[in-house]
């Protein structure tokens, strides 16, 4: 029902930033909540930010928090992540999610149904 594609990710360095893109396809859009989430070698998937595609209420992990933002554009069926003060940290391969239960945000990568192929994201000292 939903395909999903990242592009943008990209090696940056530190206090530098990107801007990440999720190409959506699909008819439901308005009731999905749309997250991103990231992985770093050795580590688990986590939360990074979300979006519920119906009036644009978001959800972003602490450590992004004042320097990330979620958007999207209904027009274009995408869900952007604009990254900026990145840090080294903030390297990982990251996800784009669609969860069909628009009524909530979860951080929990279980509650969510589709899946992009990931989009490198490398931050240099």
């Known amino acids: 029902q939903v395909q999903l594609v990242e592009s943008g990710g990209g090696l940056v360095q530190a206090g530098g930033s990107l801007r990440l893109s999720c190409a959506a396809s699909?008819?439901?859009?308005?009731?999905?909540?749309m997250g991103w989430f990231r992985q770093a070698p050795g580590k688990e998937r986590e939360f990074v930010a979300a979006?519920?595609?119906?009036?644009?209420?978001?959800l972003y992990a602490d450590s992004v928090k004042g320097r990330f933002t979620i958007s999207r554009d209904n027009v274009k069926n995408t869900v952007y992540l604009q990254m900026n003060s990145l840090k080294p940290e903030d390297t990982a391969l990251y996800y784009c999610?669609?969860?069909?239960?628009?009524?909530?945000?979860?951080?929990?990568?279980?509650?969510?149904?589709?899946w992009g192929q990931g989009t490198q994201v490398t931050v240099s000292s």
């Open positions: 979006i519920k595609w119906s009036g644009g209420s978001t």
């Open positions: 699909g008819r439901t859009f308005s009731s999905y909540v």
């Open positions: 999610a669609a969860n069909r239960d628009g009524s909530l945000i979860y951080y929990s990568s279980r509650r969510y149904d589709y």
